[in-house]
């Protein structure tokens, strides 16, 4: 069973680090792209960045180009999403999800549940 | 890149038919026949319900139904259930970064 596990509810300073995680299981992780989904409360989804961790390629939004780092470990199948120094703006739910290409073109088949991000003086 | 254009909301009766339009150019919903489409219940995180335009994952109902026209693509809900109450969002493949996807529309079953 393909699963995607979240690491839990955040609560930070406005100029804090951040890095939250998304380990998945059930599937050859070197395999499938994985992306971060931000949604803010009350709004829409927006795709952040995708990682393909076979070989660590990249790609980001233009919002999001610079604003965060997406990253991935293949040897514990968990991929990354860091901030260097949060905004208040950076308040919202973050999910990463699976996106397989090949048979057919699925960008989120498989969904994690979420880890909120709480910024905050 | 910008977000793709969907309606805010929609409303049927149960048993109808809904169609929800997600409009984009001709560099995204235009160029490619991968539209995918997602439901969003409150509180739980989406569900790829559509991909490829008109093709559907296992297990999703066959009341879903999507399609495309130029620069438009559609997602269309037949026999509407009280279960079909959430949010809905388009997503376009765009080659230069990831995806977009629309603004999302809430579904509300009367």
């Known amino acids: 069973e393909v699963q995607l596990v979240q690491s839990g509810a955040e609560v930070k300073k406005p100029g804090e680090s951040l890095k939250i995680s998304c380990k998945g299981s059930?599937?050859?992780?070197?395999?499938?792209?994985i992306g971060w989904v931000r949604q803010m409360p009350g709004r829409g989804l927006e795709w952040m960045a995708i990682?393909?961790?076979?070989?660590?390629?990249?790609r980001y939004s233009p919002p999001f180009q610079g604003q965060v780092t997406i990253s991935a470990d293949k040897s514990i199948s968990t991929a990354y999403l860091q901030w260097s120094s949060l905004k208040d703006s950076d308040t919202a739910m973050y999910y990463c999800?699976?996106?397989?290409?090949?048979?057919?073109?699925?960008?989120?088949?498989?969904w994690g549940q979420g880890t909120k991000v709480t910024v905050s003086a | 890149q910008s977000a793709l254009t969907q309606p805010a909301s929609v409303s049927g009766s149960p048993g109808q038919s809904i169609t929800i339009s997600c409009t984009g150019t001709?560099?995204?919903?235009?160029?490619?026949?991968?539209v995918s489409w997602y439901q969003q219940h409150p509180g739980k995180a989406p569900k790829l319900i559509i991909y490829?335009?008109?093709d559907r994952p296992s297990g999703v109902s066959n009341r879903f139904s999507g399609s495309k026209s130029g620069n438009t693509a559609s997602l269309t809900i037949s026999g509407l259930q009280a279960e079909d109450e959430a949010d809905y969002y388009c997503?376009?493949?765009?080659?230069?970064?990831?995806?977009?996807f629309g603004g999302g529309t809430n579904l509300t079953v009367l």
């Open positions: 001709s560099s995204d919903v235009g160029a490619y026949d991968y």
């Open positions: 059930g599937y050859s992780f070197t395999s499938y792209w």
């Open positions: 997503s376009s493949y765009t080659p230069s970064t990831t995806h977009v």
């Open positions: 990682i393909y961790p076979g070989d660590s390629g990249t």
């Open positions: 999800a699976r996106l397989a290409y090949g048979s057919g073109t699925r960008p989120g088949d498989y």
């Open positions: 490829d335009v008109n």
